[in-house]
């Protein structure tokens, strides 16, 4: 496992392209963290390591944003997410099979339909700016 700290929004940023630079289609990142922790941050520097300049916003309310790429990325926001029926109906069993990157906010509610080889990613929110990251890759 790899752990760090960031010190502000730009470090975040610049950890998830670290990261986004190394995957690859079909790879997961479930993000785990709280309200303000950092998530969407850590995953807008995903889209910049794969090379996606489309702007990167929370799936808050739409539960996925597709941003386009090859691979895609799917940016999913499971919050709302209260069981499988509200799983099946993102499509995010479709988006697996399509062979994109699966980036996952809030994972820790459908951590059971989470692949095997999932990449996890534990934001914690240490002050205003600094955020510990871990980063769990099989």
Same mark, same amino acid.
């Given at each position: 496992?790899?752990?760090? =700290?960031?010190?502000?929004? *730009?470090?975040?940023?610049q950890a998830g392209a670290?990261?986004?630079?190394?995957?690859?289609?079909?790879?997961?990142?479930?993000?785990?963290?709280?309200?303000?922790?950092g998530k969407t941050v850590?995953?807008?520097? !995903?889209? *910049?390591?794969?090379? !996606?300049?489309?702007?990167?916003? /929370?799936? =808050?309310?739409?539960?996925?944003? @597709?941003?386009?790429? @090859?691979?895609?990325?799917?940016?999913?926001?499971?919050?709302?997410?209260?069981?499988?029926?509200?799983?099946? /109906?993102?499509?995010?069993?479709?988006?697996?099979?399509?062979?994109?990157?699966?980036?996952?906010?809030?994972?820790?509610?459908?951590? *059971?339909?989470?692949?095997?080889?999932? !990449?996890r990613v534990h934001i914690?929110?240490?002050?205003?700016? /600094?955020?510990?990251?871990? !980063?769990?890759?099989?």
């Amino acid at each position: 496992m790899r752990r760090f =700290t960031t010190n502000s929004a *730009a470090e975040t940023e610049q950890a998830g392209a670290r990261l986004g630079r190394r995957l690859k289609g079909g790879d997961v990142v479930a993000v785990y963290g709280g309200l303000g922790a950092g998530k969407t941050v850590f995953v807008r520097g !995903i889209a *910049a390591g794969l090379g !996606i300049t489309d702007e990167v916003s /929370s799936p =808050t309310f739409a539960l996925v944003h @597709e941003y386009g790429g @090859e691979p895609l990325l799917a940016h999913f926001d499971m919050y709302r997410v209260e069981g499988w029926e509200d799983l099946y /109906s993102t499509g995010f069993f479709d988006y697996l099979d399509r062979g994109g990157v699966l980036a996952v906010e809030w994972a820790e509610n459908i951590e *059971a339909a989470l692949p095997e080889n999932t !990449i996890r990613v534990h934001i914690r929110k240490l002050d205003a700016d /600094s955020r510990l990251i871990e !980063i769990d890759m099989p």
